[in-house]
């Protein structure tokens, strides 16, 4: 059973950095593609920024040029470096990792960690 644990949240001031780290256990996530979203009190989950087992990445519109998915497959860990933030990126930011075959074949969450955006 893969478990994916987030960590890194906090609370930053408008143009703060934060960089958060998902970190999986159970099984190499190596080839599992891999995503960081949020969600604010009362709205949807979207999704923030991804990357692919090769290493290609997908941002948001909202995020592009602020934040930076990346891995580290030795550590089984994915982060999101977050710089300029403001206070619309205010929410709960969970990992999520998808495997498309083989025995851990699923999608699994992480529970999440709060990001506060706040002077």
């Known amino acids: 059973q893969v478990h994916l644990v987030e960590s890194g949240g906090g609370q930053v001031q408008p143009g703060g950095s934060l960089t958060l780290s998902c970190t999986a256990s159970g099984s190499s996530t190596g080839d599992f593609a891999m995503g960081w979203y949020r969600q604010a009190p009362g709205e949807q989950r979207d999704v923030v920024a991804a990357?692919?087992?090769?290493?290609?990445?997908n941002y948001a519109n909202a995020v592009k040029g602020r934040f930076t998915i990346s891995r580290d497959n030795a550590k089984n860990t994915v982060y999101l470096q977050m710089n300029s933030l403001k206070p619309e990126d205010t929410a709960v930011y969970l990992c999520k990792g998808v495997c498309f075959s083989g025995i851990d074949e699923g999608v699994y969450w992480g529970q999440g960690t709060q990001v506060t955006v706040s002077s």
């Open positions: 990357i692919r087992s090769d290493g290609t990445t």
